[in-house]
């Protein structure tokens, strides 16, 4: 089992959680990550973040494999379509 963590920087919370299969797609968004800036982070509250990525680790808990991806982020003002 894989999981995909995107986290705080500043407070360590885990804003977003996915369960994968296989690696290649928490290996593929990595790389995009990396390359990219501002993001649009939602978190399992339906909060919107906009973040910027800071770095990643992956952790090793018996068959799990834990991607943490950790951004800085603040609450993303949005505009509405009128």
């Not at 995909?4 to 804003?15: M, R």
């Not at 790389?31 to 952790?59: A, C, L, M, P």
Request: a neutral charge; proline letters at 2%.
């Amino acid at each position: 089992m894989y999981i995909l963590q995107i986290c705080n920087t500043f407070s360590q919370e885990i804003l977003h959680q996915q369960v994968y299969e296989h690696p290649y797609t928490i290996e593929g968004l990595l790389e995009t990550v990396i390359d990219w800036q501002d993001w649009y982070i939602y978190d399992d509250k339906k909060r919107t973040y906009k973040g910027d990525y800071v770095r990643h680790s992956v952790v090793k808990q018996g068959d799990k494999t834990i991607y943490k991806l950790y951004f800085n982020v603040k609450p993303a003002k949005l505009k509405e379509n009128a």
